[in-house]
């Protein structure tokens, strides 16, 4: 089976989605894969798979590989004499901005390129946290209390000591912050501020307990991964969450009993209802008092959460097999022929 990787983009986790297109490259050796790279210009590349090392990229080598543009149903290598057309089915593995803010959702409908990843609703919900807020509580989800901060307005803070700060449509812990003295409050907002306009603020719950669990739907069900209990320090930051996404080995399953782990995979179904079909999401869930609360959807996890899968090449084709399909509209200009009839043109 063919399946194109596209990988990149121009965000803030651009480096992420290099480390994660080169594992998922290692864990889909039954596809005939090809390699698209959008670099931070928005310039798509045809990459060898050969070349596919991190440094192929960090040292501009990818811009000697062949250029791509978007045509109707997939994407275009221009050549002097003639050009090849690449028509396949697209895995979307660009973290961040663009490939999970709605962006690359929106320019594969439009061009009718189908694709894996979350559809541009989804995007928009989980992109951003104070949006996810919204909806999970929409749904009867729970989440932790929280207030939003803007640059360049002035605040005060109402949330107790410690609490935690997080630029609102990022991930992969970057510019995050605890924040456990009035003293360090200014040096964390201007961290968060640095990437993006506004901040979320919850409270930070020293030793909570947090899940991590994937899924996808197949057959009008949802296919669950196992659920992991992630090692942590304080609280997951960008070091333990992603320098070992390169992992290729499935990590082991968290030691919780059957009622938790059915009250987290029941949380997950309403999430991911119809809103995220042709995705494969995690949602990280933070356990309180035996109760389930959402911390984040993860619409594009790191190396796709294929560490949380006992055969992640059955999960991918299964997703593939029900993506959901885009309706064409025909038009017959009708409606404009009966007006000019009508006035005898």
Do not use: W
């Not at 480390?19 to 596809?31: C, D, E, G, P, R």
């Not at 003295?181 to 930070?204: G, K, M």
């Not at 987290?264 to 990280?284: N, V």
């Amino acid at each position: 089976m063919e399946l194109a990787i596209l990988f990149g983009g121009a965000s803030f986790e651009h480096e992420i989605s290099i480390v994660s297109a080169i594992t998922v490259k290692s864990k889909l050796n039954k596809y005939t894969l090809s390699f698209i790279f959008c670099d931070a210009d928005h310039e798509f590349y045809k990459i060898d798979a050969s070349n596919m090392r991190a440094k192929y990229f960090s040292n501009l080598e990818y811009k000697k590989s062949s250029k791509l543009s978007l045509i109707k149903g997939g994407f275009e290598e221009k050549k002097m004499f003639a050009s090849k057309t690449l028509k396949v089915n697209v895995l979307n593995l660009i973290h961040g901005a663009d490939g999970e803010d709605g962006s690359i959702s929106a320019l594969f409908d439009f061009y009718n390129i189908p694709f894996i990843g979350p559809r541009k609703e989804a995007s928009v919900f989980s992109f951003d946290k104070e949006y996810t807020k919204y909806i999970a509580r929409s749904l009867d989800v729970r989440t932790l209390d929280y207030e939003v901060v803007h640059a360049n307005q002035a605040y005060n803070i109402k949330t107790p000591l410690p609490y935690i700060i997080k630029p609102a449509r990022l991930g992969s812990s970057i510019g995050v912050s605890v924040v456990k003295d009035e003293s360090e409050v200014d040096y964390a907002l201007d961290v968060a501020f640095e990437y993006d306009t506004r901040v979320i603020i919850e409270p930070f719950i020293d030793g909570v307990k947090e899940y991590n669990l994937a899924g996808y739907g197949a057959r009008e069900s949802i296919r669950y991964s196992i659920i992991e209990e992630p090692a942590k320090n304080e609280f997951l930051d960008f070091d333990k969450k992603y320098l070992d996404f390169s992992r290729s080995a499935t990590v082991s399953e968290a030691d919780i009993d059957e009622k938790l782990k059915l009250k987290m995979q029941s949380t997950f179904s309403k999430l991911y209802g119809e809103l995220f079909r042709g995705a494969l999401i995690r949602c990280d869930f933070f356990v309180i008092n035996d109760e389930v609360y959402l911390n984040e959807i993860n619409p594009i996890p790191g190396s796709m959460a294929s560490y949380l899968f006992e055969d992640f090449e059955v999960a991918v084709g299964e997703i593939l097999e029900y993506l959901p399909k885009n309706e064409s509209i025909k038009v017959d200009y009708n409606y404009i022929n009966s007006i000019n009839q009508a006035k005898g043109k």
